[in-house]
């Protein structure tokens, strides 16, 4: 939900001033995309049952549709929270650290 509740709460907040979503599209969450303001960075998982390469790319066109800034990025050969360390059984620390890298850099640009 972490990752839903992200772009929920930026859709909701003008005061939001850059948004970083890990793996998060929810169905029964529904950001309002058109209020929209903070640019948003998208971290994803290509072997994601729920959110798959094909929903992120919709969810980019939509954004970028509504001339709202978005990057997506879909990590190769990994599964659903690979960034959560506790989870052994999708850890993968080189697309960890790559995300987080991505993450910070993003943050400092625009915020």
């Known amino acids: 939900m972490g990752g839903a509740l992200s772009l929920y709460a930026a859709s ?3 005061q939001v001033g850059a948004c970083v979503v890990f793996y998060g599209i929810h169905p029964n969450v529904k950001p309002d995309l058109r209020s929209l303001e903070a640019p948003v960075l998208g971290i994803y998982a290509e072997r994601d049952g729920s959110v798959t ?3 992120v790319r919709e969810l ?3 954004l970028k549709g509504l001339g709202k800034s978005a990057e997506m990025h ?6 659903h929270a690979f960034f959560n360390d ?4 999708v850890y993968d620390a080189k697309a960890a650290e790559d995300a ?12």
Request: charge should be positive.
């Open 12 to 14: 909701k907040n003008p």
């Open 74 to 79: 879909i990590y190769p050969n990994v599964d």
């Open 53 to 55: 390469p094909d929903v």
């Open 60 to 62: 980019e066109a939509k």
């Open 86 to 89: 506790h989870r052994v059984d």
């Open 100 to 111: 987080w890298r991505r993450a910070i850099q993003f943050f400092a640009r625009h915020l």
